[in-house]
């Protein structure tokens, strides 16, 4: 694991702790794919809010790349304490962060008990880690309080690939409404949520995709900044990818077993603590 020079002393339950090995092949688990009020929606007496099947309830939208050598967690929501407790404890190579909204940031805080290893490197746009600054500055200050969450800020710029270890990652922008975000093509797999749009150029970097994961607020009634079920199989089509899993859904998308029913074959409706192998 990549040594990030900020360091506390590792507890004492973690001296025995094995060395990571990850999978052969890497494996994407979601962690969450509700969109930004999770399902059950507080109040909601709907039948998706009361069901008792598990796929049916949603928290909000995250998921965790292991590679043979490297985890990557993709954003970082204020579910992530609760996504990650059942997880095995190992460091996290780095955190990509898709865009700076709640839904998306606001568990940074909680990833305080990885940095025994060292500081947690992550990865975002230039707007993003700006706005990280002014929305949790104790975590920038010149001197840290103790316990602090150690964030290493890692600006990054669509279009232009870096590496995680052993790992290429290209960022890839499209529109949350009038909002650049980022996606991320790691290999042949992408990862694309609170898409309203693309540019041309910006998909053309897609292309030869064979796993896609894309938002799908929902079935009908548009939305301002986020694409329908509907969108996201026409984007699936351009693509051709061998699989695509539908994220970041409201409960509006129906009881999972129903709706899965109405998908084309190839596209699941992905559920929380899914994997799949990449």
Not at 72 to 93: A, T, V
Request: charged share 25%.
């Amino acid at each position: 694991m990549t040594s990030k020079g900020l360091a506390r002393k590792p507890e004492a339950q973690l001296a025995d702790l094995p060395p990571y090995e990850g999978p052969l092949r890497p494996r994407l688990r979601f962690l969450g794919t509700g969109t930004s009020a999770g399902v059950p929606i507080l109040g909601c007496q709907c039948p998706v809010c009361t069901s008792t099947d598990p796929r049916d309830r949603r928290l909000r939208t995250a998921a965790l790349l292991e590679t043979r050598h490297e985890r990557i967690l993709i954003d970082c929501g204020p579910d992530i304490r609760q996504q990650l407790l059942p997880l095995p404890f190992y460091p996290l190579d780095a955190v990509l962060l898709t865009h700076i909204h709640y839904d998306h940031v606001g568990g940074l805080d909680d990833l305080r008990g990885f940095c025994v290893f060292g500081g947690l490197d992550i990865y975002a746009d230039h707007g993003t880690l700006a706005a990280l600054r002014r929305q949790l500055p104790y975590c920038f200050a010149e001197h840290l309080y103790p316990g602090v969450p150690l964030l290493c800020p890692r600006e990054i710029e669509a279009g232009k690939p870096f590496r995680v270890g052993e790992t290429s990652i290209l960022p890839i922008e499209v529109m949350h409404d009038r909002m650049p975000i980022l996606g991320f093509r790691i290999d042949s797999f992408a990862y694309i949520t609170d898409m309203k749009s693309i540019d041309p150029q910006q998909l053309s970097m897609l292309r030869g995709v064979r796993t896609l994961v894309i938002n799908a607020l929902r079935w009908e009634r548009p939305h301002h900044s986020h694409i329908l079920v509907e969108d996201a199989l026409r984007f699936i089509e351009q693509l051709q990818p061998e699989s695509a899993y539908l994220v970041h859904v409201t409960h509006h998308i129906g009881l999972h077993d129903e709706a899965q029913a109405r998908l084309p074959e190839g596209v699941t409706l992905a559920y929380d603590g899914l994997e799949i192998d990449l």
